[in-house]
């Protein structure tokens, strides 16, 4: 029974609770809770022989009960060394980090900036010092924090959002503006995308082996904005591949361009195919489609998808200007999106988060622009 007892506190704390402890009626909790209920009801004041094995338990329990305390402790220690702060060698360097801390609140991130460098030597440890670092580098990324809020202000959306994942996440996302620049992200990340498809949820009735498509969630293929994401691979038959998402907008006319992530195990060049129920106006001296006898007259628009030949995770970008009309059809009436590669051909993608770009907001009615 202690050995029991034991192996329930150990996995409990570790999260990892075996089936047979995770029912209350089979755990050392319940067991607890049932001798205390049979105590209780028995108003004997005298101990009998049948309450001694209880009692025994009880015991055998309360010497469990402390091991969860340091084994839960010693999870929250990381936690609790890493919100420290840093050790200086002497009290002077400790008020300049501390004035730097206040000048960098304020928003007076020049003069935080002299103060965190006069603390920076006064680390007492290699460690302590990379943490006065950051905010040193914090103080350095500000300038361009400010730049990307302005260009928020003035509706530059796509214009900020790239500088600010390709710029200021990568240099500063680990310093104290992290949060304001997460909250930047996701200020502009909601505002600009409408998300099409981001396979976090395994639908096999969508998405079949049949048809050469399965779901990845070994973190070592993720994508860099992504978790679980979809490998689409040729089929042993050679017949063409294809990747469909019907339940998408029908107006993309609104849209700047569509967009996802690819990374090519086995490289091939797919096409981008937006179908489309409407027709173009007709232009001068364009004939119309001529369509067989019997036959519907399929719209729909194409593109070509800029591919760089790298098994590396890679973003891409197709414009709507780019698509050529096929038949008549127009970005206002789209009724599925494709992606297609021709049969005969060996291809294995990794794809993730595809999803449409909008515009940026023109500026409001009277608003003069500043220069």
Known sequence: MESSIWQCARRRSSGRLPREYSKPSGS???VVGRVKEKITKRRVPVMKSSLKPALMLLSLVAGFLPVCGPLLSQDAAPAQKEEAGPVFKAEKYKEAFDKGKEEFAAGDYKGAGKSFKKALSGGKEKADKALVNKWVLGCRGAPTLKKLQLMQKRNLWNEAYDQLVNIALPRYGETPLKTQLYR???DLDGALFQRLENFNFANKSLFSAKYGKSFVNDPRYFCPVGTQCLRWENTTDGKPGMLKLVNVPKDWSQFHSVEFWMALQVAATPEVVLMS?????KKAGVARAVVPAGQALRTFLMGKVPLKRTKAWQLVRISMASFKSQGGGTLEAVTDFRLQ???????????????????NPKPAAGGARKR
């Open 28 to 30: 050392c909790f319940s």
């Open 184 to 186: 930047l992200y996701a």
């Open 277 to 281: 129920s409407g027709t173009a106006k």
């Open 341 to 359: 590669v021709p049969g005969g051909k060996d291809f294995n993608f990794l794809i993730d988060e595809i999803r449409l770009r909008r515009k």
